[in-house]
């Protein structure tokens, strides 16, 4: 069984970084391409991040390239996105999410078969 935990959102202020962090299991790692969706109240769900763990290519939304970076411990089954220079309309709750395939389609979210419970990530002005 697919299982993904995500860790790390909370409140920061305008240009602060956050770290999330998730912790994959159920599924061999290095097989699936992993990234983070996001969901802000009132607006569509968003595709973030994805990351091919074994190739380690790794694509971006246009919005968040430049500051949003992901990485994966494939020794460690995790899976990390370093969010830097936050806006507040980055402002949602941020999911880690798997694809049944090894390679990444962009950053789009509906690629995604499965994610976890989400994290709240508030950013202020």
């Known amino acids: 069984e697919v299982r993904l935990v995500e860790s790390g959102g909370g409140l920061v202020q305008a240009g602060g970084s956050l770290r999330l962090s998730c912790a994959a299991s159920g599924f061999t790692f290095d097989d699936y391409a992993i990234g983070w969706i996001r969901q802000a109240p009132g607006k569509e769900r968003e595709g973030v991040s994805c990351?091919?763990?074994?190739?380690?290519?790794?694509y971006y939304t246009d919005s968040v390239k430049g500051r949003f970076t992901i990485s994966s411990d494939n020794a460690k089954k995790m899976v990390y996105l370093q969010m830097d220079s936050l806006k507040p309309e980055d402002t949602a709750v941020y999911y880690c999410?798997?694809?049944?395939?090894?390679?990444?389609?962009?950053?789009?979210?509906?690629?995604?078969?499965?994610w976890g419970q989400g994290t709240q990530v508030t950013v202020s002005s």
């Open positions: 990351i091919s763990t074994s190739e380690r290519n790794t």
């Open positions: 999410a798997v694809r049944a395939y090894h390679y990444c389609l962009g950053a789009s979210h509906s690629q995604f078969g499965s």
